[in-house]
Structure formats: C-alpha cells, structure tokens
C-alpha cells in the first residue's frame, strides 16, 4: 500500500486549520507521532500520513465525518 505524506502545510490546506493549530494543539494530542506522522531519517522534519489521518477524522458509525463538540460529544455531518 502507498501512502500520502504531507508536511504540517499540505496537512493544513486539506483540513482547513491553521498550521499553527496543527502544531500546538493536535499535534501529540489527536495526531500520534507512529501513527499520524514520523520523522524521516530522524530528523526534525515531519510529515503527516494522510490515509491515517482522514481515517481518524471519520465517525466509527458508518464513515460519516464527525466534528468533536466542546461538550465530548459530535456532530455529524
């Protein structure tokens, strides 16, 4: 399987936030390095794997994309 790797822009501009909000509030928190993104060669770069990504934002119920409400739950779109 071919994956999609992004750097923290790319990932910006397909998701809508800013790059800012990738890196200091998802980052670590929803996005898990291993899972979401790695550092090639082990460096300080980082990309972004799109296919997990996209895969997390969707809803468990059916693939229907969820947006996290403050109160814990979603709404589905």
Do not use: N, Q
């Not at 119920?61 to 947006?67: H, L």
């Amino acid at each position: 399987m071919s994956y999609t790797y992004l750097t923290t822009e790319g990932l910006a501009e397909r998701i809508h936030y800013d790059t800012r909000t990738i890196r200091e509030r998802l980052k670590d928190s929803v996005l898990i390095e291993g899972i979401h993104y790695f550092r090639p060669f082990g460096g300080r770069k980082i990309l972004f794997i799109w296919e997990t990504i996209e895969r997390d934002m969707m809803d468990k119920d059916g693939g229907v994309p969820a947006i996290p409400m403050a109160s814990g739950g979603a709404c589905h779109g």
